[in-house]
């Protein structure tokens, strides 16, 4: 079946880099998410990657994406205390597109000053 | 504006309680959506609406009766909810829903509805 997981916490010193992983098992997979969620707040989608791709920047982050592996990774470059907040990873399943996310169970990332 | 607004942001209702849930958009979306998300966990999908006709409901109990009046607004119902049932709700939507391969989904959520169940 279709499963995402991730580790459930991550802290770190800012101004140091984040890497936060995610595996996921559906191949089939076209785009793969990374969405920050604040306290008390929705899910803000922060990038994204297609399953064609192995790396995706986007000013602070990089996303790398190993498809023989089923592994993807969201790296923070030069963290800071505003990062801090849940990180969840999600994969979108299904022939087509049908907009059906199976969210990770999301990792909590610490930004220590 | 690329924002979805959710009203309330916060509602505590009594089991016997009707009450609404509010969503809107003014992106030309016409794909919408509703999650629950516990505290400490993913957000779970329990409706999908596109085109302003129910696509998706995840076996959601019928306590929960979502409304789409137009493809701006998406409504959930409430009646007779159970404590177990407090959770933040979430509404979403994307440009379309069930396209082609390439096509990316990608969601835009709101802020949510905190809503307790006393």
């Known amino acids: 079946g279709e499963d995402v997981e991730q580790s459930l916490f991550l802290s770190v010193r800012e101004g140091d880099s984040s890497v936060i992983n995610c595996t996921y098992t559906?191949?089939?997979?076209?785009?793969l998410y990374w969405y920050k969620q604040e306290p008390g707040a929705g899910l803000q989608l922060l990038t994204y990657?297609?399953?064609?791709?192995d790396m995706k920047q986007d000013q602070r982050l990089t996303v790398l994406l190993n498809k023989k592996d089923k592994h993807l990774s969201l790296r923070i470059a030069d963290t800071q205390t505003g990062d801090s907040a849940i990180y969840f990873c999600?994969?979108?399943?299904?022939?087509?597109?049908?907009?059906?996310?199976?969210f990770g169970q999301g990792t909590t990332l610490q930004v220590k000053p | 504006d690329t924002e979805v607004t959710q009203t309330p942001k916060h509602l505590v209702m009594g089991m016997t309680n009707k009450k609404s849930l509010k969503c809107e958009q003014h992106?030309?979306?016409?794909?919408m959506y509703w999650y629950k998300q516990k505290a400490k966990k993913p957000p779970e999908l329990m409706f999908v609406?596109?085109?302003?006709?129910?696509?998706i409901n995840e076996s959601v109990p019928s306590r929960f009766s979502p409304e789409c009046p137009n493809s701006s607004l998406l409504n959930l119902h409430l009646h007779a909810l159970q404590p177990e049932d407090s959770a933040l709700y979430l509404c979403?939507?994307?440009?379309?829903?069930?396209?082609?391969?390439?096509?990316?989904?990608?969601?835009?959520f709101g802020s949510g509805t905190q809503l307790s169940v006393l």
């Open positions: 609406y596109s085109y302003e006709k129910l696509s």
């Open positions: 992106m030309g979306h016409r794909a």
């Open positions: 979403a939507s994307s440009q379309d829903y069930g396209g082609e391969v390439s096509t990316n989904e990608k969601l835009f």
């Open positions: 559906d191949s089939s997979s076209t785009y």
């Open positions: 999600a994969e979108s399943t299904g022939s087509g597109n049908t907009g059906k996310l199976i």
């Open positions: 990657i297609f399953s064609n791709m």
